[in-house]
């Protein structure tokens, strides 16, 4: 039995795990490579945010989000 996590089942986490792997499967043109990699690095930050913030309890909480 696969182990779910709280932040899993928001939807703004999904949304953004969405976002995130749209950036790692979509081809930038060559010149563009940096807002690929700010993208990515950006969209994986925001992801790794929410699951922190889902952990905290409350005032340290709403100062997260």
Same mark, same amino acid.
């Given at each position: 039995?696969?182990?779910?996590? *709280?932040?899993?089942?928001? !939807?703004?986490?999904?949304?953004a795990l969405t976002v995130s792997r749209w950036?790692? !499967?979509?081809?930038? *043109? =060559? ?12 969209? !994986? =930050? ?7 913030? !889902? ?11």
């Amino acid at each position: 039995m696969a182990r779910s996590f *709280p932040h899993e089942r928001l !939807s703004c986490y999904q949304r953004a795990l969405t976002v995130s792997r749209w950036f790692r !499967s979509v081809d930038f *043109p =060559s010149g563009d490579a940096d807002l690929k990699s700010q993208g990515k690095r950006a969209a !994986s =930050s925001i992801v790794l945010n929410i699951a922190e913030g !889902s952990r905290m309890q409350g005032r340290n909480r709403r100062k997260h989000f």
